[in-house]
Nanobody, 122 residues
């Protein structure tokens, strides 16, 4: 019943910017950490950025200083602001969230969005 829906992907020239959004909906008691992953054709899926419920963030070395992750807990939404985009950033970006569905739950369960395409041209 829980769904994560991404938006904001598209085509942009090198040096440009995009903002990705991911909103969680359904039966949700609380959301722990949220993050963004990406996967290029023929490559392994990799972590781009993650953020805790308290707002502490970490980033992959390849995007540090260019990308910013944030979240709005009231809206169950996580964002990824991507600046100074490079062709090597081209990939499908996936939202991930660890969600506790009931107040008596012992641990959170990971959920994934459907992915949104980001293409950066040179």
């Amino acid at each position: 019943q829980v769904q994560l829906v991404e938006s904001g992907g598209g085509l942009v020239q090198a040096g440009g910017s995009l903002r990705l959004s991911c909103s969680a909906s359904g039966s949700i008691f609380s959301i722990n950490d949220m993050g963004w992953y990406r996967q290029a054709p023929g490559k392994q899926r990799e972590l781009v950025a993650a953020i805790t419920s308290g707002g502490f963030a970490n980033y992959a070395d390849s995007v540090k200083g260019r990308f910013t992750i944030s979240r709005d807990n009231a809206k169950n939404t996580v964002y990824l602001q991507m600046n100074s985009l490079k062709p090597e950033d081209t990939a499908v970006y996936y939202c991930n969230a660890r969600i506790l569905r009931t107040s008596w739950g012992m641990s959170a369960y990971p959920y994934w969005g459907q992915g949104t395409q980001v293409t950066v041209s040179s």
